[in-house]
């Protein structure tokens, strides 16, 4: 199929994304890898009257270390992560979790930021900066702000950002040297979005521990009472139960449980050796 | 000139084509002022049309039914007592009977354009509860989905052999399985799109399309569009897979052929994988029930199916849907020695796409229902999977053979191909890693599978003439005509969409005349140019068509022999064709020399020449019975009972077609069935809701296997020359998509038997694995 007719604008800096999105409503959307976008258009689920194209701004596609952050522009694409092209705050997680995005065909033109923007739930970068505790900078018309991931999606595909906003660097906060990380996923074949997706990351000298489920349709979950479990060392014995737990709180199919439950055990495991 | 004759793993020809990109498919074709089509399609399974609204200023751009003067309905026939034939409407005008049912056309200078003006024509419906699955087709009083039918019964086969009584009354054990196929899309690379455009000058309407069969579809084409087939030339240019998917008379090409007839202008449609998904035709959908009457030493003594096809909407021409049910229940008893069948084949119609063959043919379906059922009996008699397929297969020594089903088996060699697959795979030491958990968690299982492969059969008196249908497999032509410089131009009339066919009718031209293949071109796909073949499909272009071209190069043989003693001034008698020269006692020439005393220089031919010269057209008419290839598949996996996945650790295959004439295209073909059938056993399904929509319309959604999935596949053949078929070939086409459901099935389930539960569906997901792990632990503990 082929697009409704729209109006196509491709920016040339943020400054000027900023001014095409000055009075911009509904009707407009920022496209930069496209390949989620580019596929909604095409099935015409979604028609928009307006794209504007910000993959060619460069400001957007470079990362650096601003403080205790890695401050990630938007149209960074998988492929740059993959590539280790950007300073690794991570300990390889990222890099990681981009080698396992759809495939290189993929990776090579979507971005880090059409990912967030897109919130599909099943995404791997959605789950990952949930995990590592990263916040998404937003610039309006009007002012900036600074969301946590949760503050940022509302629920699958669906986010908080205003149609005059735009995601200009994920802030990913730098692992101390002794953090450790777990990932699992589970797809249909490789390629394909997550099934189930856990993600633990235990920085004990930042005092951070996390871990995060991801299922398609759902946004994605903390696990509450197995990071409760991981704080306190004297627990250990009670991970299970308290994955199960976890389980039980967020309603799951009898036969997706187990899966879930591999899945944070296997990362939990992995985190933790 | 050696190295390229038959049994040459000569690399094929045409790829130097497809992979430089300058294949030309059917969306290549550019034609100057051509239109644009896009079709208005229905969003319900079902539904009565009560008004299609054309957008205003825009009339004569869209086209519903009522305007398409003189379209006659597709219409496939059979002469099957009870069979009833749907009236397949090219555009719907009283009722829309699937998803994505063609209502109106719409033409634009551009896709984009066509597709705007479709969007804006309004459809009024008056919803009907749709039929969904096999089940609510059955039931007393379900919707009907042919209001003049009286029911979803689109026609029922009976067949019965031997004494089930007397098997009944003998049997030890008694056996009974079940087995469900889901629908599946064929999902070729390439979607379907067509190309019309009028020629005035012949008065010729020109149809280019993604097809493989441009003969029949000449036939059928004419036929929906009430002209003569003089008029109609199809071409079916480089074709991006088909499978059988391309095999029909589609709504779309009658639409677009006809608006370019009408219109005098070019008119193209080229669908994208959305309209593909969920459009055209399906495949699969198949539940069997089996039962196996055994003795105490596991010898089956006796069997009965039940099959059930759900066929769709409609029946495609021109392989009515009745047709897979008939294959299923026909080669249910597979490669095995029993005597005793009664068999039931129910085709119902639903509100789903058409049903049409598809790789493989129902027999995916009888392998399942035969290789499940062995393993079954195995189990009743506490003996191995392997041994008990040893004791009941057709032995060599009875070849050849006829089944209680009537398959008259030519040849082969059935133990000999598993034992070999299952050494292949180390079987005695997968059953002892099998004593000791995994420490991984995951479950290790073997599965076989071993079946015959019906292919390249004729005319008759089983199967497509018997059951009368649309499209009868015949005589296969082919012409050779050596040119002015001694080289070689060969016409077929079967298609070649993947094949190879470029390179083995090549390399048979080869083995006769000794011209080297890369001087040898062959042509096909044009109705104008070929010579009228009934086309590729049953595994049998390389035993029909590669027949005939053997044949006509042979018919060449005497005039070249002739002319070329002539030239060496010696008896005809003592000349050689060989190495792309006629050889005599004391010197030789080129071909080229002959071509050039036959095309320009007459006055230095031989008297008494047959004036037909350096064409020669051959035919090969096809052993009725068919010639039968086989192949025995082992399989090893590992189930991980906590996320369902299943992983194939190893995958050994011994097949045996016969002399294989380019074992290098043979191991494609099967590695290619391989991929087609991993995506039965474990990937591929074209999902409905209770509504009738579907729900797998994108490839996000509808999943199948991609090059990581494939395991490094172990081959290896077995050569039992039919002794019906040219240089003792048999068909390979399908035989690789075959056996796989059934041999992972049954892997997956030696894997889970430790947990007490089976699967017997497929595709056997990992949400399916998890769901009967979870239905069965509880009762496990207690």
Redesign the interface.
Same mark, same amino acid.
């Given at each position: 199929m082929k697009p409704s007719p729209l109006d196509y604008t491709r920016a040339s800096s943020l400054d000027h994304v900023v001014e095409l999105l000055a009075n911009a409503t509904d009707e407009t959307r920022i496209i930069a890898g496209g390949q989620s976008l580019g596929p909604l258009l095409n099935l015409r689920l979604a028609s928009p009257r307006r794209l504007i194209d910000i993959s060619h701004i460069d400001e957007l596609r470079r990362a650096r270390i601003e403080g205790t952050d890695l401050a990630i522009g938007p149209c960074v694409t998988h492929a740059q992560v993959e590539d280790g092209e950007l300073p690794d705050v991570t300990h390889g997680l990222m890099q990681h979790v981009a080698r396992g995005i759809a495939y290189r065909a993929v990776r090579n033109r979507g971005t880090i930021g059409g990912s967030l923007a897109h919130a599909d739930p099943a995404a791997d970068w959605i789950a990952t900066m949930a995990a590592l505790g990263a916040r998404v900078q937003l610039r309006g018309c009007r002012d900036e702000r600074v969301l946590e991931i949760e503050e940022l999606i509302n629920g699958p595909l669906s986010t908080v950002i205003a149609p005059d906003e735009v995601i200009t660097s994920i802030r990913v906060p730098r692992l101390s040297s002794g953090a450790r990380w777990g990932h699992s996923k589970f797809a249909r074949k490789l390629g394909d979005f997550a099934d189930s997706m856990a993600i633990v990351v235990v920085d004990r000298d930042r005092s951070f521990v996390s871990g995060v489920l991801a299922r398609r349709a759902e946004p994605p979950a903390r696990l509450p009472r197995m990071i409760a479990a991981l704080t306190a060392p004297d627990l250990q014995g009670a991970i299970d139960d308290a994955i199960d737990s976890d389980l039980k709180s967020l309603r799951i199919e009898a036969e997706d449980v187990r899966l879930h439950r591999a899945m944070i055990r296997r990362a939990t495991r992995e985190a933790t050796r | 000139m050696s190295g390229f004759g038959i049994g040459a793993s000569l690399p094929r020809l045409e790829d130097d084509r497809f992979l430089n990109g300058r294949g030309q498919f059917c969306s290549d074709i550019f034609l100057p002022g051509m239109l644009h089509a896009a079709f208005v399609r229905s969003p319900h399974a079902h539904a009565r049309i009560l008004r299609v609204k054309k957008p205003a200023g825009l009339e004569r751009q869209v086209f519903a039914a009522a305007d398409l003067a003189g379209v006659g309905r597709i219409r496939s026939t059979a002469t099957l007592p009870g069979f009833k034939p749907s009236d397949w409407p090219v555009l719907a005008n009283d009722k829309v009977r699937h998803v994505g049912e063609p209502i109106a056309m719409a033409l634009g200078s551009?896709?984009?354009e066509a597709?705007?003006i479709a969007?804006l024509v309004e459809v009024e419906f008056e919803e009907l509860p749709a039929v969904v699955s096999m089940w609510d087709a059955l039931k007393a009083d379900a919707p009907l989905v042919h209001d003049d039918w009286g029911n979803n019964v689109l026609v029922e086969l009976k067949l019965e052999g031997g004494d089930l009584a007397r098997a009944k009354a003998a049997a030890a054990h008694v056996v009974e399985r079940s087995f469900r196929m889901n629908r599946q899309h064929p999902l070729t690379l390439e979607g379907r799109g067509c190309v019309a455009s009028y020629d005035g000058r012949l008065d010729e309407l020109v149809v280019h399309v993604s097809h493989q069969l441009p003969v029949p579809l000449q036939i059928g084409l004419a036929q929906v569009l009430g002209m003569s087939q003089r008029r109609l030339r199809v071409i079916a240019p480089d074709v991006g897979a088909s499978f059988g998917l391309k095999s029909y008379v589609e709504s779309e090409t009658v639409c677009v052929a006809w608006a370019a007839a009408e219109l005098r202008k070019p008119v193209r449609w080229i669908q994208?994988r %959305?309209?593909s998904l969920v459009c055209d035709a399906n495949c699969r959908d198949y539940h069997c029930k089996i039962t196996a009457y055994a003795d105490a030493t596991g010898r089956v003594l006796g069997m009965e199916c039940d099959v059930i096809v759900d066929s769709g909407a409609y029946s495609p021409w021109p392989w009515p849907a009745g047709i897979e049910g008939g294959l299923a229940m026909g080669n249910m008893q597979g490669c095995y020695d029993i005597r005793a069948f009664r068999g039931r084949a129910v085709n119902v119609v639903s509100n789903k796409p058409a049903g049409q063959p598809f790789r493989g043919v129902a027999r995916p379906l009888s392998c399942c229902g035969h290789e499940v059922l062995m393993d079954a009996v195995a189990d009743a008699v506490g003996i191995d999977p392997l041994e008990v397929r040893l004791r009941n297969f057709v032995q060599p020594e009875q070849m050849p053979y006829t089944s209680i089903t009537k398959k008259m088996i030519d040849s082969g060699d059935y133990p000999t191909a598993l034992k070999r697959a299952a050494a292949m795979i180390d079987l005695p030491a997968i059953r002892n890693r099998q004593r000791n958990p995994e420490t991984d968690g995951r479950l290790i299982g073997v599965g076989f599978a071993c079946f015959y492969e019906q292919t390249a059969y004729g005319t008759g008196p089983f199967g497509y003439s018997a059951w009368g249908i649309e499209l009868v497999p015949g005589m296969e032509p082919a012409v050779a005509r050596l040119t002015g410089d001694g080289e070689l131009i060969i016409e077929v009339g079967s298609h070649s969409h993947g094949q190879g066919h470029e390179t083995v009718f090549a390399q048979v031209a080869h083995e006769i005349l000794g011209i080297d293949p890369h001087k040898v071109s062959v042509r096909f796909g044009d109705t104008s140019t070929s010579p009228a073949g009934t086309g590729t499909y049953t595994s049998r272009s390389m035993v029909t068509t590669g027949g005939a071209v053997a044949e006509a190069c042979r018919a060449l043989q005497a005039p070249i022999a002739k002319i070329g003693a002539h030239l060496l001034q010696c008896k005809e008698d003592d000349v050689q064709i060989r190495g792309g020269r006629v050889v005599g006692p004391s010197g030789n020439v080129e071909l080229a020399a002959i071509g050039r005393a036959w095309y320009h220089h007459p006055e230095e031919l031989p008297d008494g020449l047959d004036p037909t010269g350096l064409t020669a057209t051959a035919g090969h008419k096809a052993h009725d019975p068919g010639v039968f290839a086989y192949s025995a598949h082992a399989a090893v996996v590992a189930v991980?009972?906590?996320? =369902? =996945?299943v992983e194939i650790l190893d995958y050994a295959i011994v097949a045996d077609c016969g002399k294989r004439v380019n074992p290098l295209l043979v191991e494609g073909q099967i590695v290619g069935g391989f991929s087609n059938g991993l995506g039965n056993a474990l %990937?591929e399904e074209s999902t409905y809701d209770e509504l009738g929509q579907p729900t797998a319309t994108?490839l996000?959604d509808y999943?199948a296997?991609?090059a990581?999935?494939m395991p490094d596949l172990k081959l290896e053949f077995i050569e039992t020359p039919s002794p019906f078929a040219a240089f003792g070939m048999k068909g390979i086409g399908e035989n690789g998509a075959i056996g796989p459901p059934a041999a992972i099935a049954n892997a997956v389930n030696d894997a889970l038997r430790p947990l007490g539960v089976a699967i017997f569906e497929t595709p056997i997901?990992?949400?399916r694995v998890?769901?009967a792990?979870?239905t069965a632990r509880p009762k496990a503990r207690s």
């Open positions: - | 551009s896709a984009a597709e705007d969007a994208d %959305y309209e991980d009972p906590e996320t =369902g =996945g %990937y994108t996000a999943t296997p991609t990581p999935s997901t990992a949400h998890r769901a792990i979870a």
